[in-house]
Nanobody, 124 residues
Framework: QVQLVESGGDLVQPGGSLRLSCVVS????????MNWVRQAPGKGLEWISN????????SYDDSVKGRFTISRDNAKNTLYLQMNSLNPEDTAVYSC?????????????????WGQGTQVTVSS
């Protein structure tokens, strides 16, 4: 059974930091490109970052570049997102998603497995 379980979402003040985790089971994690996608209230899905299967190639949307860092630990089947300098525009449900032996697509339609998401709220 495939499972992707995110955690780490919380209420944080502007300028604060959070670290999200996504624990994966039921598929060979090391064969997947992994992504973080978010959805703000009333808006569509927004791709924000991905990382290749080996963990040595990363990409970011301009809206988070320089503030967020994606990483993975294949031995622990876990994906991470370190988020710094958070602002209210970062408020959203953050989900991880996997692309099997992919090419690093930033299109959510290309992803094979999804987690349920974790809520991040940035507010004073």
């Amino acid at each position: 059974q495939v499972q992707l379980v995110e955690s780490g979402g919380d209420l944080v003040q502007p300028g604060g930091s959070l670290r999200l985790s996504c624990v994966v089971s039921g598929f060979t994690f090391s064969r997947f490109w992994m992504n973080w996608v978010r959805q703000a209230p009333g808006k569509g899905l927004e791709w924000i970052s991905n990382i290749n299967s080996g963990g040595d190639t990363t990409s970011y949307d301009d809206s988070v570049k320089g503030r967020f860092t994606i990483s993975r630990d294949n031995a622990k089947n876990t994906l991470y997102l370190q988020m710094n300098s958070l602002n209210p525009e970062d408020t959203a449900v953050y989900s991880c998603a996997g692309e099997f032996e992919g090419s690093g697509s930033s299109r959510p339609i290309d992803y094979d497995f999804w987690g349920q998401g974790t809520q991040v709220t940035v507010s004073s």
